[in-house]
């Protein structure tokens, strides 16, 4: 297309015509369909946005306007619709990201409205406290002066056109508020500002869960236009947006909250964590981030002493700061009333309280500004509860941005009370740990005191000597150490050194060591020190008879594992302590007692002095004592079962590998149980009174649980004492015959064990089948006499034997019956006797058999007076070389008692332990 003439000549020839000739509608309508670029040219420079846009929506709706009164109308309320609309949406949006005071932010909002809807004025208005009012709000004047709410009336119906809109929660556009007999106050500002209102658009301001925070009234004054629908549609729409959009704004701000929470959290547990005794560093810390939450001029903490009843703090905000930060110093404590002041009522109910004006508040304490010169305005006061009871008060004093404290800050508050809840309850029970540990040390000191052996004793052990006779029966696998109890140490360290070596451990630190383990065991009839010395000596045994089978450490380990396997035994059973909740059922939840055992193993090896193994470096001290570990913890029967099942499985099909960890683990497991057991394999008799020990253990646990009304199983009821032979029998068949036959074809040198528990178990079958009668159990128990292994069980109608009188060797030609006995109160010949004279008399059979003891007589010496009193067979000989004794001297009191001093051996002297 051509361009055209310019519109200005266009519109020229158009008027000319006009005004030569009149026209018609259809000859314009001719000449503009024969000339459209004059019409888009006169459209574009002559015809306003506003009619263009009236005619598309009279094109689009297909409908004509049904006058034209309403044109200014539509024109003015078209100014933010369409592209213009862009414009105010824009001023929104940088108003919610520039401000961040909500009341501000809205205050702000309106404004754009108000341009929006071309109003002359607005005023604001906020709910009161407990929404049963509104205030109107107005912006600070100064620089920096807070905005003020002030108060204009109570939500009712006959006031203000405010308080009605508040009241209903609709929209009311009032062309001529004067007349309208609803509101006779108007709009309540007509008489203080002089202004004379005229129209009044009032909007609630509801949030997106139908809130309503504010109150919009929009002002037209006299002599203008009244609000229309289109001024009613663009701020209803503005609003709607903007509550939208200040819901979401405030969701952010909550999340930036809570994450700023989060983080303060965060930071408060690891200054908790990294300085737990540090009290005092904790609650500034959560002073500091309360002022700041609520955003208080001042913070105040107070502990309650529910004792006295009584509040108390010596940490207080003096309002400084130092880098940003509030300053809090510790003074000299304060206590007061808990029945006094806001605080005090706090603690008591448990209640929060927020006080917009605390000088209307009678609880209010007017003495404490008096004092410190401060001016109390508002309060939020917060307890602090744990376990259901208040533990402390936060107190917040005067609110900074506003008037008074909000519901928002009464709800973050609380969340952030919880957490202060729980950090004072953690510092405060950390102290209670504090205390109850120094009380534990201090009760740990005076039991190691009697728990750890002198020095007196251990430097005996170091000297003490051990009879040569011994040396071969420790050998044996049925040796007896009964009768030497003040040798079992010494027996026990002589172990060590011929298994392990001599230069194995210190001998200082081994007797220390040894004499600190026997004063750990406790006085119960079996699981005491003799078990312990009885169970090393059987381990003692196998490893003599395996030798280049187990290595140094295992050996070590092992030996010790077995002094220490029963430390500290209560002679009550896991199921026992399981049962009713013992101290250590808690701490130990399986293997109680074994796991405790180790546990004291441990804690005499940490005493000074006694780590025997501290010659070890750092990877052998680890595996001895993760070989002890596991030894001590195999003893539990319970894990017998499986253990002994699995190793017959090993050996049946020949897949048993002795350098495979958990088969040697397995196999070491069974060797500990074969020790523990070794009583089965005594000889019988002192395999019988190790029974009653056993049964004194067992029957003492059954009566504990009679106590409480509990019937114990028989093996514990001594009221069924005359089934343990029975019981007996079925332990060999189930645990320990089973147990040395395995632990036999593993290792055959202990087959003894075996062949021993066979014929142990063949007396108790005995007595069941009521072959031989059974005199050898005991109601009440009693630490058993030593009986000599070698000695036929005693003749009950056999005269009682003297106990000074040495024990027959079992390698001895038997006594010949018709000899008379030797008297028992004789000593034994001294190897250092002169020999009989051959050139004597021979002794008549028939008299009475000489004393060993009494030297042979003198020749020279004249013969007894028949008629003189008999010779004390216990005194001592006569010296031949002494003077004769002038018999008007009283004689001797035979009731002395002799010595009972053993005369020495010089051939066979002792030998020290310390070799």
Not at 320 to 347: L, M, W, Y
Request: charged letters at 25%; a negative charge; aromatic letters at 8%.
């Amino acid at each position: 297309m051509e361009d055209g003439p310019s519109s200005t000549s266009c519109f020229r020839r158009i008027t000319d015509c006009f005004l030569g000739s009149s026209l018609t509608d259809d000859q314009v309508k001719d000449y503009l369909t024969l000339h459209p670029q004059m019409l888009d040219e006169f459209v574009s420079e002559s015809v306003s946005s506003e009619t263009l846009d009236r005619w598309h929506k009279r094109k689009s709706s297909g409908s004509l306007p049904a006058d034209t009164s309403s044109s200014s109308s539509a024109k003015e309320g078209s100014r933010y619709q369409d592209s213009n609309m862009q414009k105010l949406v824009h001023d929104l949006t940088s108003c919610l990201e520039q401000c961040l005071d909500t009341k501000l932010l809205l205050y702000d909002l309106c404004t754009i409205i108000k341009t929006a809807t071309k109003a002359d004025g607005f005023a604001l208005y906020f709910m009161g406290e407990c929404n049963n009012s509104v205030c109107l709000f107005k912006p600070t004047v100064a620089e920096d002066g807070p905005p003020t709410l002030i108060p204009a009336g109570p939500v009712t119906f006959g006031t203000t056109i405010a308080t009605h809109v508040a009241t209903t929660r609709q929209t009311l556009l009032v062309e001529d508020i004067t007349g309208d007999q609803r509101f006779p106050e108007g709009t309540g500002q007509d008489s203080d500002s002089g202004i004379h209102v005229h129209s009044v658009l009032c909007l609630p301001i509801l949030t997106a869960i139908g809130d309503l925070i504010a109150i919009l009234e929009l002002h037209r004054h006299w002599g203008n236009e009244p609000f229309n629908t289109s001024n009613q549609e663009v701020a209803t729409a503005s609003l709607a947006w903007a509550s939208v959009a200040i819901h979401q704004v405030q969701v952010c701000r909550g999340l930036a909250k809570q994450t700023e929470l989060n983080d303060f959290l965060l930071e408060v547990s690891k200054t908790y964590f990294d300085n737990i005794v540090a009290i005092d560093s904790l609650l500034e810390h959560i002073m500091i981030y309360a002022k700041n939450l609520v955003n208080a001029d001042r913070c105040a903490l107070f502990q309650v002493d529910h004792n006295n009843n009584e509040l108390y703090s010596d940490l207080f905000d003096i309002g400084e700061e130092n880098e940003g930060k509030p300053v809090f110093r510790k003074t000299k404590e304060i206590r007061f009333s808990i029945e006094k002041g806001i605080a005090g009522q706090v603690a008591r109910t448990g209640e929060v309280l927020n006080i917009p004006d605390a000088y209307a508040d009678p609880r209010f304490n007017r003495e404490v500004d008096l004092y410190t010169g401060y001016t109390t305005r508002n309060i939020l006061c917060m307890p602090i509860v744990s376990r259901g009871t208040v533990i402390g008060v936060v107190q917040m004093v005067n609110k900074l941005s506003g008037s008074a404290f909000t519901k928002t800050d009464e709800n973050n508050f609380k969340m952030f009370a919880v957490f202060c809840a729980l950090a004072l309850h953690c510092a405060n029970m950390y102290h209670r740990i504090r205390h109850s540990e120094c009380i534990y040390r201090v009760t740990m000191e005076k039991l190691s005191y009697h728990s750890i052996c002198t020095s007196e004793e251990w430097k005996t052990l170091t000297q003490l000597d051990l009879p040569t006779p011994l040396y071969k029966e420790i050998e044996l696998f049925h040796f007896d150490i009964s009768q030497f109890e003040e040798l079992w140490p010494a027996v026990f360290v002589y172990m060590v050194h011929n298994s392990c070596g001599e230069t194995s451990f210190e001998l200082e630190k081994l007797c220390r060591f040894t004499m600190s383990v026997r004063k750990n065991y406790r006085r119960v009839p079996y699981h005491n020190w003799k078990h312990a010395v009885n169970v090393a000596h059987c381990m003692y045994a196998i490893l003599q008879k395996t030798t280049g089978i187990f290595t140094e450490i295992e050996k070590k380990g092992l030996l010790i594992a077995c002094l220490c396997h029963d430390l500290d035994h209560r002679g009550y059973s896991n199921t026992y302590l399981q049962k009713f909740d013992h101290p250590l059922a808690a701490l130990y939840s399986t293997s109680t007692m074994e796991q405790h055992h180790f546990s004291q193993t441990v804690s005499i090896l940490q005493l000074e002095g006694h780590n025997i193994f501290s010659n070890l470096i750092s990877s052998e001290y680890e595996q001895v004592l993760e070989v002890i570990h596991k030894a001590i913890i195999a003893t539990d029967l319970a894990l017998y079962f499986g253990n002994r099942k699995q190793l017959a499985e090993l050996l049946s099909t020949g897949a048993l590998d002795l350098d495979n960890h958990q088969h040697r683990d397995r196999v070491i497991g069974l060797m500990m149980t074969a020790c523990d057991l070794c009583s089965v394999t005594k000889l019988w008799p002192i395999t019988r009174l190790t029974a009653n020990d056993i049964y004194a253990e067992f029957w003492a646990e059954g009566d504990e649980m009679k106590k409480i009304g509990i019937q114990p199983i028989p093996m514990m009821d001594r009221d069924k004492k005359e089934e343990v032979p029975q019981g007996q029998v079925g332990f060999y068949n189930a645990v320990a015959l089973p147990c040395y036959t395995t632990l036999s074809e593993l290792f055959p040198p202990s087959g003894p064990l075996l062949q021993a528990c066979k014929e142990n178990l063949g007396q108790w079958e005995k007595i069941v089948n009521g072959e031989e009668e059974d005199s050898g159990v005991r109601g009440v128990w009693a630490p058993s006499e030593p009986v000599d292994p070698r000695i036929e069980p005693v003749d009950p109608r056999a005269e009682p034997v003297d106990p000074r009188a040495e024990p027959v060797d079992p390698r001895a030609e038997p006594v010949d019956p018709r000899i008379e006995p030797v008297v028992p109160r004789a000593e034994p010949v001294d190897p250092r006797a002169e020999p009989v004279d051959p050139r004597a008399e021979p002794v008549d059979p028939r008299a009475e058999p000489v004393d060993p003891r009494v030297e042979p007589v003198d020749p020279r010496i004249e013969p007894v007076d028949p008629r003189a009193e008999p010779v004390d067979p216990r005194a001592e000989p006569v010296d031949p070389r002494a003077e004769p004794i002038d018999p008007r001297v009283e004689p001797v009191d035979p009731i002395v008692e002799p010595s009972t001093e053993e005369p020495s051996n010089p051939d066979s002297g002792p030998v020290k332990v310390d070799t």
